[in-house]
């Protein structure tokens, strides 16, 4: 069901594998966030309401983050944008699609009425980040963030920037704030104060 934060709509979609995909519509221009499976069904809601696809957004260039990204840049030749550390990810997939915009920390992007800013979160990768709409009260966090969890790790060093990720965001994100996650149920800001309590890895 899509979710209206103010006049950002917000429909999340959900796959077998449990990412959650999200399609974000301000007036009528749109951004996808890590669509894999949901292809199909974002493809029918932009073509039905005539809408712009502006920007193809993920948190990390995992697999499932970015299998979609050649069939919705072939159908909207949306700008695809991607951290400068998540680069060499990117190429580890099957995915030969080059990023149209290198994004780097604090970077924002216009989206309608909306300004997303870009929030480097390394730690489930070099390169993941966070996409932050502070207008909307919302907070894609991809796999970073999860409810009362984080994001998977790959060792002590992956930890560190984890600790250090998850810092930021407890001491900069609003506690009203939507956590929309990319994997499990979503979360408030206020609902995660453990991170407050984490101890350096």
């Known amino acids: 069901m899509a979710k209206n934060k103010g006049n950002l709509e917000v ?9 959650n995909q999200y399609l974000l519509i301000s ?9 894999g499976e949901a292809i199909d069904d974002v493809s029918r809601i932009i073509a039905d309401r005539g809408l ?26 949306a700008t ?8 060499q990810h990117l190429k580890e997939t099957d995915i030969d699609t080059e990023p149209d915009r290198i994004l780097n920390d604090k970077d924002t992007l216009k989206l ?7 929030l480097l979160t390394a730690g489930h990768t070099k390169g993941s980040v966070c996409y932050w709409i502070k207008a909307a009260n919302a907070l894609f966090s991809g796999g970073t963030l999860l409810k009362k969890s984080y994001g998977q ?17 407890g001491s900069t994100i609003p506690a009203k704030t939507t956590i929309y996650t990319g994997s ?8 995660e104060g453990w991170i407050h309590c984490m101890r350096s890895a």
Not at 155 to 164: A, E, K, N, Q
Request: aromatic letters at 10%.
């Open 112 to 118: 309608g009425t909306f300004t997303i800013r870009v």
């Open 153 to 169: 790790i790959w060792g002590p060093s992956s930890m560190s920037l984890m600790h250090f990720s998850l810092k930021r965001l």
């Open 52 to 77: 712009t696809l502006k920007y193809l957004l993920v948190t990390h260039a995992h697999q499932p983050r970015v299998k979609a990204l050649p069939g919705l840049k072939q159908k909207f030749d």
């Open 184 to 191: 499990g149920e979503l979360t408030k800001m206020a609902d």
């Open 11 to 19: 429909q999340p979609f959900s796959a077998p594998s449990g990412q």
């Open 80 to 87: 695809f944008c991607l951290h400068e550390y998540e680069y």
């Open 27 to 35: 007036g009528n221009e749109a951004a996808t966030i890590d669509v």
